[in-house]
T-cell receptor
Framework: EAQVTQNPRYLITVTGKKLTVTCSQN?????MSWYRQDPGLGLRQIYYSMNVEVTDKGDVPEGYKVSRKEKRNFPLILESPSPNQTSLYFCASSPGARAREAFFGQGTRLTVV | GDSVTQMEGPVTLSEEAFLTINCTYTATGYPSLFWYVQYPGEGLQLLLK?????DKGSNKGFEATYRKETTSFHLEKGSVQVSDSAVYFC??????????FGKGTTLSVSS
């Protein structure tokens, strides 16, 4: 089954404790991205990757890092989480070099206290 | 820059009512347009799409027509069901690399 898998689904952490949210897709898609969803703001892109070893900032990259060492994986790293990063996070992948028909993961609800 | 504006929610309807969720866009060139649906506790799923002017996307009884003259892509369904309760996002795929999303419209259908 074609899918994008994120882990964990839920995470509560404390300010400053480094964390990683994993994302994996099994569709051999070139394009992967991370979004955060906040009430009243919709979805905003954090980072994206057009292929292995190619990543770039989206609209709200501050406080986040990503890497793309393999085509299928695109982890999101919060080196020093802060309460304003409490949000619902989605990983997405698309065929080709641009985000067109995107396939989304189930989401990770992160709470930073 | 590119942007999407969709009607504010929530939208509350009775089962079998007619649904319209308005979506308008601003973009240069000829973007692709999408409607995504997010059921409670789940990720976004593509509902329908249209890639050029006058295209009609349709799926699960939902329809939307790409109207370049009015820069709109309104979502419609003739008879909603309780199971249609969800958040609906209009999105645009333009010249850039990111999909541009509207803020979402929550639909609540009661029996």
């Amino acid at each position: 089954e074609a899918q994008v898998t994120q882990n964990p689904r839920y995470l509560i952490t404390v300010t400053g404790k480094k964390l990683t949210v994993t994302c994996s897709q099994n569709m051999n898609h070139e394009y992967m991205s991370w979004y955060r969803q906040d009430p009243g703001l919709g979805l905003r892109q954090i980072y994206y990757s057009m292929n292995v070893e190619v990543t770039d900032k989206g609209d709200v990259p501050e406080g986040y890092k990503v890497s793309r060492k393999e085509k299928r994986n695109f982890p999101l790293i919060l080196e020093s989480p802060s309460p304003n990063q409490t949000s619902l996070y989605f990983c997405a992948s698309s065929p080709g070099a641009r985000a067109r028909e995107a396939f989304f993961g189930q989401g990770t609800r992160l709470t930073v206290v | 820059g590119d942007s999407v504006t969709q009607m504010e929610g929530p939208v509350t309807l009775s089962e079998e009512a007619f649904l319209t969720i308005n979506c308008t866009y601003t973009a240069t060139g000829y973007p692709s347009l999408f409607w995504y649906v997010q059921y409670p506790g789940e990720g976004l799923q593509l509902l329908l799409k249209a890639t050029k002017a006058d295209d009609k996307g349709s799926n699960k009884g939902f329809e939307a027509t790409y109207r370049k003259e009015t820069t709109s892509f309104h979502l419609e369904k003739g008879s909603v069901q309780v199971s249609d309760s969800a958040v609906y996002f209009c999105a645009l795929g333009g010249a850039g690399t990111a999909l541009i999303f509207g803020k979402g419209t929550t639909l609540s259908v009661s029996s």
